[in-house]
């Protein structure tokens, strides 16, 4: 039977992840198993993988009453989902262990889509057409095959190049209605430029992971006006859609109030190379530009959403109340933003038990080789 992924001799990235009693387990060609954008994982006969058992129906975290739905849930933007597979495969598969999310949302999967140079990309699928890409895919595979994230089924929305791209991982046990990767809900088979947005509808509520894009530097490069187009469909979005009650997560690339910053007057008069923006609210460090941080404010209005956080947490947390740190070296060192969130509809608010940030310092502890830290969100069960 033909191997969609051929054994690679050469997979130094994996030595390390080896345990000391290894087992080969026997899987099925179909390990993968594409359904709209998905990947399920799951035990059957005719192919070894030497390493780590592809499990299914993983049983729920026990006490769950009637399945009622996710209520434990983590996002992250990995600056690379796939580097941080290959580099901190420990340490996030510890993380994970230890907080056992129901529901996990990556942000710069930063794995391109499959479809060969110059045709039509399948944003729901990794690209295996090349040496490089098959081994990038193995990779991937075989490190979804093993605990924790065995116990999960994933979505992909990537985009055409290793840039963007978002992962949304809900374990089994959990089977959400329905999935879509775009704002516009006529298309369920659309994504979105970039691989930007999964929504993912449950009985009680919808899961919307994003990765917002970057406002710029410059009016000249178009950034601001690409920012302002997602920022007005974003306000679109969450005005129409409000049958059911909603779970905004991800990183939404703006920091609100400046308490939300380290050092806001720096971040208010930052430039690039002694630019100023024609107009005044689009001065200073993206993400915290006025422009930015008054259309968040409408969005949150209109689509009656509360910062989790900040709702918890009135005070300046100088040392854990930022998701991004600026390099160590260099004038950003020391330098963070809040920019990444959980959002919720206001009828969700008295079932919200905790909303946390899981890095520190300027030394990026608990980053994980991101410049972004994971942060978790946790609701108790609905009646």
């Known amino acids: 039977m033909k191997r969609f992924f051929p054994t690679i001799q050469r997979d130094d990235a994996f030595k390390k992840l080896a345990v000391s009693q290894e087992s080969e387990y026997i899987v099925s060609s179909s390990t993968v198993v594409s359904e709209n954008g998905s990947v399920l994982l799951h035990a059957s006969a005719t192919e070894t993988v030497g390493i780590g058992a592809a499990v299914?129906?993983?049983p729920c975290t026990e006490g769950y009453p009637n399945k009622q739905g996710p209520v434990k849930f983590m996002s992250w933007n990995a600056n690379s989902f796939f580097l941080r597979i290959k580099n901190n495969l420990e340490e996030v598969s510890t993380l994970i262990q230890r907080l056992d999310p129901d529901v996990i949302a990556i942000q710069e999967v930063r794995i391109p889509a499959a479809g060969r140079k110059g045709e039509p990309k399948n944003q729901g699928e990794m690209k295996d057409d090349t040496n490089p890409s098959r081994d990038e895919k193995q990779i991937m595979v075989r490190a979804l095959s093993r605990p924790p994230f065995h116990s999960y089924k994933v979505w992909w929305s990537l985009a055409d190049t290793k840039y963007g791209g978002t992962a949304l991982f809900v374990k089994q046990c959990f089977k959400p209605l329905s999935v879509r990767f775009s704002f516009d809900g006529t298309d369920k088979g659309k994504h979105e430029i970039d691989g930007r947005v999964i929504i993912a509808e449950f009985e009680h509520f919808c899961l919307m992971n994003t990765y917002v894009p970057n406002n710029g530097w410059r009016e000249e490069e178009l950034s601001f006006q690409r920012r302002r187009k997602w920022d007005e469909r974003v306000l679109e979005f969450v005005s129409r859609e409000r049958s059911k009650a909603?779970?905004?997560?991800?990183?939404?690339?703006?920091?609100?109030?400046?308490?939300?910053?380290s050092h806001p007057d720096f971040f208010k008069n930052a430039r690039q190379q002694g630019y100023v923006p024609p107009r005044k609210e689009d001065c200073g460090q993206p993400g915290f530009t006025q422009a930015e941080r008054d259309?968040?404010?409408?969005?949150?209005?209109?689509?009656?959403?509360?910062?989790?956080?900040?709702w918890l947490q009135k005070e300046k947390d100088s040392d854990r109340g930022f998701t991004w740190s600026g390099n160590p070296v260099g004038k950003y060192r020391g330098k963070r933003m809040r920019i990444d969130y959980f959002l919720v509809s206001r009828s969700l608010l008295s079932?919200?038990?905790?909303?946390?940030?899981h890095g520190c310092g300027i030394e990026l502890e608990g980053f994980y080789g991101s410049d972004h830290c994971p942060i978790t969100m946790n609701l108790s069960h609905g009646t």
């Open 351 to 357: 079932r919200l038990v905790q909303s946390t940030i």
């Open 56 to 58: 299914g129906n993983v």
């Open 246 to 261: 909603l779970i905004w997560c991800g990183d939404l690339n703006v920091s609100h109030e400046e308490i939300d910053v």
């Open 295 to 310: 259309r968040f404010s409408r969005i949150l209005k209109e689509g009656d959403l509360i910062d989790t956080y900040r």
